[in-house]
């Protein structure tokens, strides 16, 4: 896609000039705070690489983590790596340098990129669900069903659903044409901000990307509801307290970063109308991209204690070869 993008034909706008670059606004308002706001996302941003790394590192390392939970948790984590790298580095750029501009092929890239990452991670957090309903509902049949080859095409499946529902509105658009001015009122190329900069008709346009957002939050949102709401039925019947107390500790971290990714994800992308509240989005996206990331690890690390015990036992090691 990123080769059919650089080398498709270039746009003549209404005054025959050449679409080669975009111009990223960022955040006008607090551009004289550039150098202490590239500070604070440079440390947010490096907390949640690091975060996310540590997630993967202990559970590849070791071998009590070494299950389809973790197999999942790990993948996600890599994900969200990726997902904000494509991102914050160019924001980092903005704050310190003031470098705006964008290129016409890595700006639809950038917006690819992000789109179909995003997508990957709703699906995966569905997948997870359906990992904690059948390790709690269904613990028999849970190692037959859960092996390691469904595993990886679970997270494989997870990442062609992403491409083929973001590839198709992205090369749409990129075929669209951009008459100026060329501001993008955004920190990044997305969907919305290029739908409003486009001098085409992208009525059916915006309106495909309205229903893979809707198709994309309700199907992991359905499943995860279903998943939970069976999972509920059967903690509330387990005989020991102990037990129903373990079984809440795995599902909660869950849900709180599911409740995150909803909560931003449904403000800036479920609307038929992707050229109002412009503003607003771009709030709702830099807790996205920044915040909701930085959250994630903390949030599975602190509220696991299998991990507390892994980090324990890494630890120690560390101490004993010193």
Known sequence: MIRYIAKRRIFFCLNQTEVQEFTLEGFPSVQ??????????????LASIMGNILIITITWADHHLQTPMYFFLSSFSFFECCFITTVIPKLLAIF??????????????????????GTTLFFLMAVLSLDRYLAICQP????????????????TACLALGFVLMVVPIIILSQSSFCGPHV???????????????????????????????FVLLTSLIITIIAYSNIVVTIVGLPSAKERQKAFSTCSSHLI???????????????????????SNREAALVNTVVTPLLNPVIYTLRNKQVHQALRYA????RLQK
Request: with cysteine; net charge positive.
């Open 32 to 45: 004289h705070l550039g150098k202490v706001l590239f500070l604070v996302h440079l440390l947010a941003y």
């Open 96 to 117: 310190l340098s003031g470098r705006q501009s964008i290129s016409f092929a890595a700006c639809f890239t950038q917006a690819f990129v992000f789109l179909f990452l």
């Open 140 to 155: 028999l049949y849970y190692p037959t069903i859960m092996n390691p080859r469904m595993c990886f095409l679970l997270v």
């Open 184 to 214: 993008i009122p955004h920190f990044f190329c997305d969907f919305g901000p290029l739908i409003h900069l486009s001098c085409s008709d992208t009525r059916s346009t915006e309106m495909l990307a309205f229903v893979l957002a809707l």
């Open 257 to 279: 970063v599911l409740s995150l990714m909803y909560g931003s994800c449904v403000f800036i992308y479920v609307k038929p109308k992707q050229r109002n509240r412009l503003d």
């Open 315 to 318: 630890l120690s090691r560390v």
